[in-house]
């Protein structure tokens, strides 16, 4: 299966994740890794299904790689009627007030455009001390078994 696995990040983690995904992913699927402050409009049409992988920063913000992304969605309002999505957030939970705003604010951007959300989201708490992979790599594994054909 194809497979676009996309992040925003602030510090990179968030990147070594997504290349912790992908080494788990490449010998079943063709997996592309795209830094969404590289991200197009045409980038969100391919085929395939889509992983949204995104920390929050500031105060409950979007991370600096997503926010030129962010800003693109809300003014151009493409439609994602065509795309099946799941996200995964990372954040940390010493900032109750805004735990993990940053995936949610990009989980109601794509929705808000017609994409449609597959899977609960998946969100880690740098404050566990447990590295993000440990909950990530079964998440991904688990939304790409129930992935409609
Ligand atoms: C200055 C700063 C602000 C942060 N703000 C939040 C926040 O508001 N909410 C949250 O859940 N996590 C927050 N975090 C935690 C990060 O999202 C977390 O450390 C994440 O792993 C960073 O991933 P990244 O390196 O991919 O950006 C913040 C971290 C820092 C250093």
Request: net charge negative; charged share 20%.
């Amino acid at each position: 299966m194809k497979i676009n696995l996309l992040y925003g990040t602030e510090t990179g983690n968030a990147e070594m994740l997504c290349e912790d995904i992908q080494a788990s992913l490449a010998d079943e699927h063709e997996v592309t890794l795209t830094n969404l402050e590289d991200a197009a409009l045409a980038d969100l049409t391919a085929e395939g299904a889509y992983i949204f992988v995104c920390s929050t920063y500031g105060d409950g913000d979007l991370p600096a790689s997503a926010i030129d992304f962010g800003e693109m969605i809300e003014a151009e309002k493409p439609d994602l009627s065509a795309m099946t999505f799941s996200i995964f957030g990372l954040g940390d939970m010493d900032y109750e007030e805004t735990y993990n705003n940053g995936s949610q604010r990009l989980l109601d951007l794509l929705i808000g455009c017609g994409g449609t959300q597959h899977g609960p989201r998946g969100l880690h708490d740098a404050s566990s001390g447990k590295p993000p992979e440990d909950s990530a790599l079964p998440w991904v594994k688990a939304c790409l078994a129930t992935l409609p054909a």
